[in-house]
């Protein structure tokens, strides 16, 4: 069974930082590229940031260009995601999404393009 869990997510300050975690089990995560999306009460689904089945290449929201940073660790399983100086319209469930042999350019491969997605974590910015 192929299965996402995020995790790393809850409640901090403006300007804090969070670290969100992918894991991914029933497959090998090396072999996919890995999507973040964001979605807040009121708003639609948010593309954040992707990065490659390999790690090389990476893309970015311009809502969070400076601020999140993607990464993977392959021989885990496991994507992360870096969030720093978190503003209060960063506040939404976040999920990871994961498919195989897709090919992107500039902008990250759009949510129909992902058949398997993880269950979301709660991410709330506030003072």
């Known amino acids: 069974q192929l299965q996402l869990v995020e995790s790393g997510g809850g409640s901090v300050q403006p300007g804090g930082s969070l670290r969100l975690s992918c894991v991914a089990s029933?497959?090998?995560?090396?072999?996919?590229?890995i999507g973040w999306f964001r979605q807040a009460p009121g708003k639609e689904r948010e593309g954040v940031s992707c990065?490659?089945?390999?790690?090389?290449?990476?893309n970015y929201a311009d809502s969070v260009k400076g601020r999140f940073t993607i990464s993977r660790d392959n021989a885990k399983n496991t994507v992360y995601l870096q969030m720093n100086s978190l503003k209060p319209e960063d506040t939404a469930i976040y999920y990871c999404?994961?498919?195989?042999?897709?090919?992107?350019?500039?902008?990250?491969?759009?949510?129909?393009?992902?058949?398997?997605w993880g269950q979301g974590t709660q991410v709330t910015v506030s003072s």
């Open positions: 999404a994961a498919r195989n042999r897709v090919t992107y350019g500039s902008s990250c491969p759009e949510a129909w393009m992902y058949p398997d």
């Open positions: 029933g497959f090998t995560l090396g072999y996919y590229v």
């Open positions: 990065i490659s089945s390999s790690g090389g290449s990476t």
